[in-house]
């Protein structure tokens, strides 16, 4: 069983829905949770990244983490054609500010114009 | 520069050569890190580094593959006698403190 699920999609929705983009972990020593996007042949690029339980706001992003279910959601608001990506849910251990981190298969965004 | 690095972008080469993978991080970080990208799959670990030692090489798959640092800054990624099961996306990126910056990538594709 890999450490990190992600919902695998794809998803295709209309531009200015909401969308959910869901993680679960099985790991309890996962502590800092990031979430990437990844254009086509682009390296990931870091959205938002947490350490707590709870929600974490930026712009038409929400990051949402619950530690006691182990499961981490992104949440993009006034979806746009731009968004349209590959996202990836990333997590690591707290007591290291530098080690890996272990990522989701990633989950294939379409936003319909 | 302002960014992570990669060369080449791409590489084509036949089953059993050797190949090297360079990346050159963001000035002053002081981890690297190399993964590996699969067609529609996440990134899989391979190696870590601290300055110039690893103190994490447990994703590299076989001793094919072997990667160094020098000078606390480029770092080259060998692949020898490569398989067809080597073709991904081989990814660097560098930290500070809590934020991995990725570069681009070399696609490499053995025939």
């Known amino acids: 069983q890999k450490e990190v699920e992600q919902d695998p999609g794809p998803l295709s929705v209309p531009e200015g829905a909401i969308v959910s983009l869901n993680c679960t972990y099985s790991?309890?020593?996962?502590?800092?949770f990031m979430w990437y996007r990844q254009y086509s042949r682009k390296g990931p690029e870091l959205l938002m990244y947490?350490?707590?339980?709870g929600n974490k706001e930026d712009g038409r992003f929400t990051a949402q983490v619950d530690k006691s279910s182990k499961y981490i959601s992104l949440f993009i608001r006034d979806s746009q054609p731009s968004d349209s990506a590959t996202y990836l849910c990333?997590?690591?251990?707290?007591?290291?500010?530098?080690?890996?981190?272990?990522f989701g298969d990633g989950t294939t965004l379409t936003v319909k114009p | 520069g302002a960014g992570v690095s990669q060369s080449p972008s791409n590489k084509v080469t036949e089953k059993g050569k050797d190949v090297e993978l360079r990346c050159d991080p963001i000035s002053g970080h002081t981890a690297l890190y190399w993964y590996r990208q699969s067609l529609g799959q996440g990134l899989e670990f391979l190696i870590y580094f601290q300055g110039n030692s690893a103190p994490d090489k447990s994703g590299l798959p076989s001793d094919r593959f072997s990667a160094e640092r020098t000078g606390g800054s480029v770092s080259t990624l060998t692949i020898q006698r490569t398989q067809q099961e080597d073709s991904a996306v081989y990814l660097c990126?560098?930290?500070?403190?809590?934020?991995?910056?990725f570069g681009p990538g070399t696609r490499l594709t053995v025939l």
């Open positions: 990333a997590m690591r251990r707290i007591n290291t500010n530098a080690g890996k981190s272990t």
């Open positions: 947490t350490y707590s339980s």
């Open positions: 790991n309890s020593a996962f502590q800092y």
């Open positions: 990126a560098s930290d500070s403190r809590d934020t991995q910056y």
